[in-house]
C-alpha cells in the first residue's frame, strides 16, 4: 500500500509541480471570462442608439412615438430628406399628411438600408398609436384602462411546476437546465479525452524509457498502473477544484464590475438581434439569467454528481488507455489505432447526449444514462432536468453502480494485458492479441 | 546456505522454449557469471528471478525459502540492460524515490543517496535531470539507484557498456566492496575477459538450456587441451617426440599438446635431452571467450522460432 502511495504521490507531484499546469489552471478560466466579457462587450456596443427626425404634419404622432434605448424620435421641423444626415440622423420619417388611417404612406428616408430591429420597432410604435387612435376614437376605450389591462394580460407567466412526491413540488426551467447538462457533458467529454490520453502518454513514457523494467522489479505492475491512474485522476480533480473556485472568484469581479443595467441591456441586445434564437445568443440572456433562475435546479446534487462522473467515468476509461499505453511500442503511430476502440464509446456519447438533452426521458436517454461506456456524458446531461422527476433515483442508482462495477472490470481486464505488454517491446499488437492477453488464464 | 537456488525452472513462449529447464545456485557473496549468446533466454531467467515474470515450472528458492515476489523484492537490486530512468525527474529524488519504492524510509533513502553520490562524486548531480546526463552518467546513476538499498542479491546485465575505463573500474571496485560485505552479485555479460577477471562461478546457457556450470577455474581446468608453451635458449633442428606434438611456433617459444598417458615432465625430459636450456614452461588453458564460441559454434547467430508442442 505505501508502494502505491509513493507512486500516487510521485505522478501527482510531478505533473502538478510542472509550469504548464499551473499555467493551464489559471488560464483556462481566465480565458473563459475573457470570452465572456467580450462577448457581452460586443453585444453592448453593438446595441447602437439610431436617431429619428419626425416631420409630422398631423401633430398626430407627437407624444405617441416614444424614444428608447434603441431608437430615439425627433419631433424637428428643420429637418427634411435633403439634410438630415448632416444633422446628424439615421433617418427621417414622414406621416401622412392628412388622415393618420392611411397606413401605406408612412415614408422613411435613409442613407442606407435600415436594419430588421431599426424599421420593426418604428413599424410596431406607429401600429400601437394607430391601434389606440382607434380603439379610443372608434370605442371609446380609456386608454389607461387599456394600458392596465395589457399589462395584467402580459404580467401572465407560465411555470412548469414540477410534481415530486405528494406535496412537494419544484420550479422547473428546462432552459437553464439544457445548459447545465451540455456543458457538464461536454467537460466529461472533453476531460475523459485529456486524461486518458495522459495517462496513455505516462504508460508509454515508461515502457519506452525502460523504466518499466526496473518499476516491475519493485512492485507489481498493478500498482504501477493503479498509481498512475490514481496520480493523473488526482491531477484532474486538483485542476476541476481550483477551476470551481477560480470561476467562483472571476464570476463575483465580474458581476461587481459590470453593472445589472448592462446584463439588463445584454438580455435586451439579445432579444433585439434578428434571429435571435441563435445559440450564442441564447447563452448569453441564459447566463444572465442564470443569477435569477438556478434556484430551479439543484445545484449541490449536479456538483456531487459531475465529480462522482467524473472521476468514475474517469477511472472506467483511464485504465483502458493504460492498457493501450502498454501495448504500444516505439511507433506512436500504433497509439492512434490502438486508441480507437477507446475512444468511439466517448464520441458515441457525446452524440447520443446531444439527441438525450432534447428528450432526456427518451428510452434511449434512459438506457444510455446506464451503460457505463455512455453514462458519465448521458447521465449528466440528463440530471439537470431534475431527480426524480426527469431522472428517476433507480435510474440514478444503477447507473452509479453499474459505472463501479465497469470500472472494476475494466481495469481487471486492463490490468491483465498492461502487465504482459508493459514489456513487450519490438512487435507491433494487435487487439485481437490484446483480448487474448486479458482472457488468457494466468 | 544459498542466497538463490533455481531448481528445474521453465518458461514456454508461444514460439519458443526461452528458459528450459534450467538449475544452478548462487552462494552468498559470490560473483556469479550468467552467460549465453544473444537469444539465449538470459533475460527471461533474470526476469523470473526479479519476480517479473512467474515460470511455467519449477521452484526459485530464495534465502533458502520459496521465492515470494512481492517480500523478497527489497532484497534483490536489478539493472536492466535496457537502462531506464524517468528523463524529466530530478536525479536526486528519482534515487530517492527508487530507495523508498526498496522500502527505504525516505530519511534513510536521502541519507543512503547523498553517501553514493558523495563516493562517485555526484553531489552536483542532484537537481538535474536525467536527460542532461550523458549515457555514461546515466549509467553510473543507474548503479547507484540499484544497490543503494543494500540487496542480498545484485543482478546486473551488462553493467559496463557504455563506460569508459575509468568509471568501470569506479563500479568493478564496488562490485567486489559489495561482495567482500556478503551481497551476492549476478552478473551477465557477452565480455568474457571481465567475467575471467571478476566472476567466481559461471553457468552458460544456449538454446533456453544449461551447457556448463562450474568456477571459472574448473571450467578451464575441464575444457583444457593439454597445451603447453615452452621457452628455449636455442631452436632445436627439429622436434619429433611420441610424447606430445608440436602445434605452434613462435620466436623462441614453441607450443605443444601433450598427449593422452604422458605427464609435462615428460615434455621437460624431452627437451633436455636435446641438450636445450628451458628458460619458461607453462600451461595455456583456453580463455573462456574460446570455451564460450567452442560450445556455442553451430548455433545459428540469432535463434529462429519454431512451435512448440510440450
Keep these: 500500500m505505501t508502494k502505491i502511495w509513493l507512486i500516487i504521490k510521485r505522478e501527482y507531484l510531478s505533473r502538478v509541480k510542472k509550469k504548464t499546469f499551473i499555467l493551464s489552471t489559471f488560464l483556462t478560466p481566465l480565458l473563459f471570462a475573457g470570452i465572456l466579457f467580450t462577448v457581452i462587450m460586443i453585444t453592448v456596443k453593438s446595441v447602437s442608439t439610431d436617431k429619428f427626425a419626425v416631420r409630422d404634419s398631423s401633430g398626430f404622432f407627437k407624444d405617441k412615438l416614444k424614444s428608447s434605448k434603441v431608437i430615439e424620435f425627433d419631433f424637428n421641423d428643420s429637418v427634411n430628406n435633403q439634410n438630415f444626415a448632416a444633422l446628424g440622423y439615421t433617418g427621417v420619417l414622414y406621416t401622412p399628411q392628412t388622415d393618420i388611417n392611411q397606413s401605406d404612406s408612412f415614408k422613411i428616408f435613409s442613407k442606407k438600408n435600415l436594419g430588421v430591429v431599426a424599421s420593426e420597432r418604428i413599424r410596431d410604435q406607429i401600429t400601437n398609436a394607430i391601434e389606440n387612435h382607434l380603439l379610443d376614437s372608434l370605442y371609446q376605450i380609456n386608454l389607461a384602462t387599456l394600458d392596465s389591462v395589457r399589462q395584467q394580460a402580459r404580467s401572465a407567466q407560465i411555470s412548469n411546476i414540477i410534481m415530486e412526491g405528494d406535496n412537494k413540488t419544484k420550479q422547473g426551467n428546462s432552459q437553464i437546465a439544457y445548459w447545465i447538462g451540455y456543458a457538464a457533458a461536454f467537460l466529461i467529454y472533453i476531460t475523459l479525452f485529456i486524461y486518458g490520453t495522459m495517462v496513455m502518454r505516462g504508460v508509454m513514457e515508461e515502457k519506452m524509457n525502460r523504466i518499466a523494467e526496473v518499476m516491475v522489479s519493485s512492485v507489481k505492475p498493478f500498482q504501477l498502473m493503479i498509481g498512475k491512474i490514481v496520480g493523473i485522476g488526482a491531477v484532474g480533480l486538483t485542476q476541476f477544484l481550483m477551476w470551481i473556485v477560480l470561476v467562483f472568484v472571476f464570476s463575483t469581479i465580474i458581476n461587481s464590475f459590470i453593472p445589472p443595467e448592462i446584463l439588463q441591456q445584454v438580455q435586451e441586445g439579445g432579444n433585439q438581434l434578428p434571429g435571435n434564437n441563435s445559440q450564442a445568443n441564447e447563452a448569453i440572456v441564459g447566463l444572465a439569467k442564470a443569477g435569477v433562475k438556478l434556484s430551479g435546479v439543484n445545484l449541490p446534487l449536479i456538483i456531487g454528481c459531475f465529480l462522482f462522473y467524473f472521476l468514475f467515468g474517469y477511472l472506467f476509461y483511464a485504465s483502458l488507455f493504460a492498457a493501450v499505453g502498454s501495448a504500444v511500442n516505439e511507433d506512436p503511430q500504433d497509439a492512434q489505432s490502438l486508441m480507437l476502440p477507446v475512444t468511439m464509446p466517448i464520441v458515441f456519447g457525446i452524440i447520443i447526449m446531444m439527441n438525450a438533452i432534447i428528450n432526456p426521458t427518451s428510452p434511449m436517454a434512459v438506457w444510455t444514462s446506464i451503460i457505463p461506456f455512455f453514462s458519465p456524458i448521458v447521465m449528466m446531461a440528463r440530471l439537470p432536468f431534475g431527480v426524480p422527476g426527469t431522472v428517476a433515483w433507480w435510474e440514478l442508482i444503477v447507473s452509479m453502480l453499474s459505472l463501479i462495477g465497469g470500472f472494476l472490470f475494466t481495469t481487471w481486464l486492463s490490468a491483465r494485458i498492461y502487465r504482459t505488454g508493459i514489456l513487450l517491446y519490438g512487435k507491433k499488437v494487435t487487439w485481437k492479441e490484446l483480448i487474448k492477453w486479458a482472457f488468457r488464464s494466468s | ?310
Design chain 2, 1 to 310: 546456505m544459498n542466497i538463490l537456488e533455481v531448481n528445474h525452472l521453465k518458461k514456454y513462449y508461444a514460439t519458443q522454449k526461452a528458459v528450459d529447464d534450467i538449475s544452478f545456485t548462487v552462494a552468498p557473496g559470490s560473483i556469479f557469471g550468467l552467460l549465453g549468446p544473444n537469444g539465449a533466454g538470459k533475460t527471461t531467467l533474470i526476469r523470473m528471478i526479479t519476480g517479473i515474470f512467474y515460470p511455467d515450472s519449477g521452484e526459485i528458492l530464495f534465502n533458502g525459502k520459496k521465492f515470494h515476489p512481492q517480500n523478497d523484492a527489497v532484497h534483490i537490486g536489478y539493472m536492466p540492460e535496457e537502462r531506464g530512468l524517468y528523463k524529466k525527474m530530478k536525479i536526486g529524488e528519482q534515487a530517492v524515490y527508487l530507495a523508498q519504492l526498496k522500502g527505504l524510509s525516505r530519511a534513510d533513502a536521502v541519507r543512503k543517496v547523498k553517501e553514493w553520490f558523495i563516493k562517485f562524486n555526484m553531489e552536483s548531480w542532484w537537481g538535474k535531470k536525467v536527460e542532461d546526463l550523458s549515457k555514461g552518467m546515466g549509467q553510473k546513476l543507474q548503479f547507484v539507484t540499484t544497490v543503494l538499498h543494500e540487496p542480498k542479491l545484485i543482478i546486473l546485465d551488462e553493467p559496463f557498456s557504455g563506460l569508459d575505463p575509468v568509471n568501470s573500474n569506479l563500479i568493478k571496485d564496488e562490485i567486489y566492496q559489495l561482495a567482500k560485505r556478503g551481497s551476492s552479485i549476478i552478473f551477465s555479460t557477452h565480455r568474457m575477459e571481465q567475467v575471467e577477471e571478476i566472476c567466481d562461478h559461471i553457468i552458460l546457457v544456449n538454446k533456453g538450456q544449461k551447457i556448463l556450470d562450474g568456477t571459472v577455474h574448473n571450467v578451464k581446468q575441464q575444457f583444457k587441451e593439454n597445451l603447453f608453451s615452452v621457452k628455449l635458449d636455442k631452436q632445436p633442428q627439429s622436434v619429433q617426440s611420441p610424447v606430445f606434438e608440436l602445434i605452434g611456433k613462435n620466436e623462441g617459444e614453441l607450443i605443444v599438446k601433450i598427449n593422452e598417458g604422458h605427464r609435462p615432465n615428460d615434455v621437460l625430459q624431452y627437451f633436455m635431452q636435446q641438450q636445450c636450456n628451458i628458460m619458461a614452461f607453462h600451461e595455456i588453458l583456453p580463455s573462456l571467450s574460446d570455451i564460450f564460441i567452442k560450445l556455442v559454434e553451430g548455433t545459428p547467430l540469432s535463434r529462429q522460432f519454431e512451435p512448440i508442442t510440450a
